[in-house]
């Protein structure tokens, strides 16, 4: 398979690491447990372009095909999770580009929330917008303090598409998942843990991994297959609404990011972004 000939495997302790030649995600497994730590490793905050989205998607397959236990979503940056969608990939794009860059997004998010195997975000850093959906695809959230996670896009003048709510829904009460996305709150470590939108805190990357495992572990004496379909029947109406409207999904967006008060709108958060990043 052509994956197959992307990949590098090398061998670390008991863990097998296999990472993807442009090297924006890695994929270890443990080979005691047999759970697959995906780990997105694009600097400088995760921002999910083209090419990690398609490097996401290659590594959610890899795991699903490999028969991996379980899979723990997380990142090697030490504040950030993920920045969500990169927002230059959307900003005066590229046509044919941006068509293959959302193709690639609702391929990830049909991969991830509709994985067979148990899956977990050991958040450590940072998660907003598309990085808190990428989060809430998974079934368990364990977070670090004094981060930040929430769909913002209603502070960038966007509207998150139904299938992120959907993820969103699975994880909070109706009430509070409306009003969090209409005010497009960034909820902290704390407050998100009060609200449930995360599962557990933890101090560190490897305890927030170790929770992860833990969790999936908690399927060891369920059958793997009614626990898959299980998980499935729960997320079919939300999975198959995306795949019967992939195509209108994705001239929506087209439609929506190309408004020129869209663009401008872009256009001034990148310019806050990066003063920001200047002071
Ligand atoms: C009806 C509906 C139909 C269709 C829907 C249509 C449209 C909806 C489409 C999509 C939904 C959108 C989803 C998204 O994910 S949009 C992205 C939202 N993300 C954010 O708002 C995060 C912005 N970033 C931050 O808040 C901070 O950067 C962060 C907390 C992540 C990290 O802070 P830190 O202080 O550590 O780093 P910075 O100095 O801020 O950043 C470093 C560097 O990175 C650049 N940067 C940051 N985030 C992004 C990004 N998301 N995309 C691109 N670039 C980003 C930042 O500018 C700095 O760059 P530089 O100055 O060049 O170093």
């Given at each position: 398979?052509?994956?197959?000939?992307?990949?590098?495997?090398?061998?670390?302790?008991?863990?097998?690491?296999?990472?993807?030649?442009?090297?924006?995600?890695?994929?270890?497994?443990?080979?005691?447990?047999?759970?697959?730590?995906?780990?997105?490793?694009?600097?400088?905050?995760?921002?999910l372009n083209l090419?990690?989205?398609?490097?996401?998607?290659?590594?959610?397959?890899?795991?699903?095909?490999?028969?991996?236990?379980?899979?723990?979503?997380?990142?090697?940056?030490?504040?950030?999770?993920?920045?969500?969608?990169?927002?230059?990939?959307?900003?005066?794009?590229?046509?044919?580009?941006?068509?293959?860059?959302?193709?690639?997004?609702?391929?990830?998010?049909?991969?991830?929330?509709?994985?067979?195997?148990?899956?977990?975000?050991?958040?450590?850093?940072?998660?907003?917008?598309?990085?808190?959906?990428?989060?809430?695809?998974?079934?368990?959230?364990?977070?670090?303090?004094?981060?930040?996670?929430?769909?913002?896009?209603?502070?960038?003048?966007?509207?998150?598409?139904?299938?992120?709510?959907?993820?969103?829904?699975?994880?909070?009460?109706?009430?509070?998942?409306?009003?969090?996305?209409?005010?497009?709150?960034?909820?902290?470590?704390?407050?998100a843990l009060q609200?449930?939108?995360?599962?557990?805190?933890?101090?560190?990357?490897?305890?927030?991994?170790?929770?992860?495992?833990?969790?999936?572990?908690?399927?060891?004496?369920?059958?793997?297959?009614?626990?898959?379909?299980?998980?499935?029947?729960?997320?079919?109406?939300?999975?198959?609404?995306?795949?019967?409207?992939?195509?209108?999904?994705?001239?929506?967006?087209?439609?929506?990011?190309?408004?020129?008060?869209?663009?401008?709108?872009?256009?001034?958060?990148?310019?806050?972004?990066?003063?920001?990043?200047?002071?």
């Amino acid at each position: 398979m052509l994956r197959s000939s992307l990949l590098t495997l090398t061998r670390i302790g008991s863990n097998r690491l296999m990472s993807t030649a442009a090297k924006l995600t890695t994929v270890e497994v443990n080979d005691k447990t047999g759970i697959a730590t995906l780990t997105m490793c694009r600097p400088p905050v995760n921002g999910l372009n083209l090419e990690l989205l398609k490097d996401l998607s290659q590594s959610i397959d890899e795991i699903e095909s490999n028969k991996s236990r379980g899979l723990i979503l997380t990142s090697s940056n030490p504040t950030i999770f993920s920045a969500g969608l990169d927002i230059l990939e959307m900003y005066k794009p590229d046509k044919e580009r941006i068509r293959a860059f959302w193709t690639s997004l609702q391929d990830v998010w049909l991969a991830l929330y509709g994985s067979s195997v148990p899956t977990a975000a050991a958040i450590n850093g940072h998660s907003p917008a598309g990085g808190c959906l990428l989060a809430t695809s998974c079934e368990y959230r364990v977070m670090l303090p004094k981060f930040t996670i929430g769909l913002n896009e209603t502070q960038l003048g966007i509207v998150a598409p139904k299938w992120f709510m959907s993820s969103f829904l699975s994880v909070l009460p109706r009430r509070i998942a409306e009003r969090a996305l209409n005010q497009g709150r960034m909820f902290t470590t704390e407050e998100a843990l009060q609200v449930g939108l995360i599962d557990e805190v933890a101090n560190t990357k490897e305890e927030a991994i170790e929770k992860c495992s833990a969790f999936i572990g908690s399927f060891a004496k369920v059958n793997p297959l009614a626990r898959a379909l299980t998980k499935q029947q729960f997320r079919a109406a939300d999975l198959q609404q995306l795949e019967n409207e992939r195509v209108q999904d994705l001239e929506k967006f087209l439609f929506f990011v190309n408004q020129p008060a869209v663009q401008k709108g872009l256009g001034l958060y990148l310019e806050s972004l990066k003063k920001k990043a200047k002071n």
